[in-house]
């Protein structure tokens, strides 16, 4: 088990990721994000999470930078947009996030969302597509690894059909309340690491009576139990904070171990939590355009 947060996991290539990231979804640019990246750095994490929809890369870079901290002891990682699929735009894209990050590299690139059946007939063709561009930058040395967000089983079968290089890595949302405990099984069997967006569950997890209790029984906040529970679960959580001493607090998670008796009633607590993102009912289409190019 974890016992600080450079321990790591070993993706499917060899390449190592620490157990915990610092996540920056809803971070605002400016000095809010490079400030926040700079604390968590300061603190001890090594593992940096942003995409290009955030729209903080630059910051997120310019903290990595003023930190001090060599680039070669962080894992980055950003996250591909949907309006950038298909082949030609997706290898534009790496160079854009690469210069807006001010990094020569990659530890790990992300496709953000799947395209799905509701949004395009020729789904299967654009993440292929997608794919491939990914595929080109990861054999070219500008990434060291490669993953997915949000895809499912069906969306990684049809993957497999074409893909030369598996995605290592899928990040889906994962917190008590919605830890998606079958898609956590497929990804492990298939050999993919799990990483959880969300581990605090939109922030509606902390109000929670059963998590209360549990966090009452070990001195912790809610917060720390939900980070522990995804790590006793073999999930690397991305928990967020734009706090000096939230960030701070949400790396205490190396001094206990919840029981099984816990993890159970965490396991089996009632649904709540859920950001209302589903992929196949392609939420990143609806709600901000898609791109489907295939070349």
Same mark, same amino acid.
């Given at each position: 088990?974890?016992?600080?947060?450079? *321990?790591?996991?070993?993706?499917?290539?060899?390449?190592?990721?620490?157990?915990?990231?610092?996540?920056?979804?809803?971070?605002?640019?400016?000095?809010?994000?490079?400030?926040?990246?700079?604390?968590?750095?300061? =603190?001890?994490?090594?593992? $940096?999470?942003?995409?290009?929809?955030?729209?903080?890369?630059? *910051?997120?870079?310019?903290?990595?930078?003023?930190?001090?901290?060599?680039?070669?002891? $962080?894992?980055?990682?950003?996250?591909?947009?949907?309006?950038?699929?298909?082949?030609?735009?997706?290898?534009?894209?790496?160079?854009?996030?690469?210069?807006?990050?001010? %990094?020569?590299?990659? *530890?790990?690139?992300?496709?953000?969302?799947? =395209?799905?059946?509701?949004?395009?007939?020729?789904?299967?063709?654009?993440?292929?597509?997608?794919?491939?561009?990914?595929?080109?930058?990861?054999?070219?040395?500008?990434?060291?690894?490669?993953?997915?967000?949000?895809?499912?089983?069906?969306?990684?079968?049809?993957?497999?059909?074409?893909?030369?290089?598996?995605?290592? %890595?899928?990040?889906?949302?994962?917190?008590?309340?919605?830890?998606?405990?079958?898609?956590?099984?497929? =990804?492990?069997?298939?050999?993919?690491?799990?990483?959880?967006? !969300?581990?605090?569950? =939109?922030?509606?997890?902390?109000?929670?009576?059963?998590?209360?209790?549990?966090?009452?029984?070990?001195?912790?906040?809610?917060?720390?139990?939900?980070?522990?529970?995804?790590?006793?679960?073999?999930?690397?959580?991305?928990?967020? !904070?734009?706090?000096?001493?939230?960030?701070?607090?949400?790396?205490?998670?190396?001094?206990?171990?919840?029981?099984?008796?816990?993890?159970?009633?965490?396991?089996?607590?009632?649904?709540?939590?859920?950001?209302?993102?589903?992929?196949?009912?392609?939420?990143?289409?609806?709600?901000?355009?898609?791109?489907?190019?295939?070349?």
């Amino acid at each position: 088990m974890f016992n600080k947060p450079t *321990d790591t996991l070993t993706l499917s290539n060899g390449v190592k990721i620490p157990c915990l990231g610092y996540g920056t979804w809803q971070t605002p640019a400016g000095g809010v994000a490079c400030e926040g990246v700079k604390t968590a750095l300061k =603190c001890g994490y090594r593992h $940096i999470d942003t995409a290009n929809a955030y729209g903080n890369e630059e *910051d997120v870079g310019k903290g990595i930078k003023e930190s001090g901290v060599p680039r070669e002891e $962080i894992f980055l990682t950003t996250k591909h947009w949907i309006t950038e699929r298909g082949y030609t735009k997706t290898i534009a894209t790496v160079e854009d996030s690469l210069k807006n990050l001010g %990094v020569d590299y990659l *530890d790990l690139y992300l496709v953000h969302w799947p =395209c799905v059946a509701k949004s395009n007939p020729k789904w299967k063709e654009i993440n292929a597509a997608t794919w491939r561009g990914f595929e080109k930058m990861y054999k070219d040395g500008k990434i060291r690894a490669i993953g997915v967000s949000n895809y499912l089983p069906e969306q990684l079968d049809a993957l497999f059909e074409t893909a030369e290089i598996k995605p290592m %890595v899928n990040q889906i949302e994962f917190h008590p309340g919605y830890y998606q405990p079958e898609l956590v099984r497929w =990804c492990k069997a298939h050999n993919m690491v799990v990483e959880a967006w !969300s581990p605090l569950g =939109c922030g509606a997890v902390l109000s929670d009576p059963t998590l209360a209790k549990i966090a009452a029984k070990y001195g912790k906040s809610i917060a720390q139990v939900c980070i522990r529970f995804a790590l006793q679960y073999g999930v690397v959580p991305m928990p967020k !904070s734009t706090h000096a001493d939230r960030i701070a607090d949400n790396m205490k998670v190396f001094d206990f171990d919840l029981s099984d008796d816990d993890m159970t009633a965490i396991m089996t607590m009632p649904p709540v939590g859920y950001s209302t993102y589903h992929p196949t009912e392609a939420p990143a289409d609806t709600l901000f355009g898609g791109g489907y190019d295939i070349d």
